[in-house]
């Protein structure tokens, strides 16, 4: 089976594990954390076979951002918000959006889930099934 490696969330430092890609090997999801602030860089596409590894590490983001908003960390962004780079994403389908958007509802308070390069599906089905959703903002569209 081939393996992916996948970094550890985490702000300023990363530990790589092994993950598994899908079993036809035709999907592939690498996810970094980003280095200045509470946010992940990923690549790869975002589908049946990677959706558990999304679920995961975004799960992963929103909790790391509510632990560092309480210990007032310093590379949190504006009122807590976390960041997505996404440049290197090829592909999300909507169920993946879904996982997302859920992330985002998940946040407290008047923080953002602030999406960088998302790819053109992932803004269709957000503008389609969450056309409201404040807590997720999109920029270099």
Same mark, same amino acid.
């Given at each position: 089976?081939?393996?992916? !490696? ?22 592939? !999801? ?5 280095? #200045? &602030?509470?946010? %992940? ?6 589908? +049946? ?34 960041? +997505? ?14 996982? %997302? ?24 089905? %957000? #503008? +389609?099934?969450?056309? #409201? ?6 920029? &270099?569209?």
């Amino acid at each position: 089976m081939p393996r992916i !490696l996948e970094e550890q969330v985490g702000v300023g430092r990363a530990a790589a594990r092994p993950v598994a890609s899908s079993p036809q090997g035709s999907a592939a !999801l690498e996810v970094s954390p980003l280095t #200045d &602030k509470v946010g %992940l860089r990923a690549a790869g596409e975002v589908s +049946l076979s990677t959706r558990t590894v999304w679920e995961r590490e975004l799960e992963r983001l929103v909790g790391r951002a509510d632990d560092a908003v309480r210990q007032g960390d310093g590379v949190v962004g504006r009122g807590g918000d976390v960041y +997505l780079e996404l440049s290197g994403v090829t592909f999300v389908d909507v169920a993946g959006a879904s996982v %997302l958007a859920l992330a985002a509802q998940r946040l407290h308070g008047d923080r953002r889930m602030v999406l960088d390069q998302p790819p053109p599906a992932l803004r269709r089905a %957000l #503008d +389609l099934f969450w056309p #409201d959703a404040a807590a997720i903002e999109v920029t &270099k569209c």
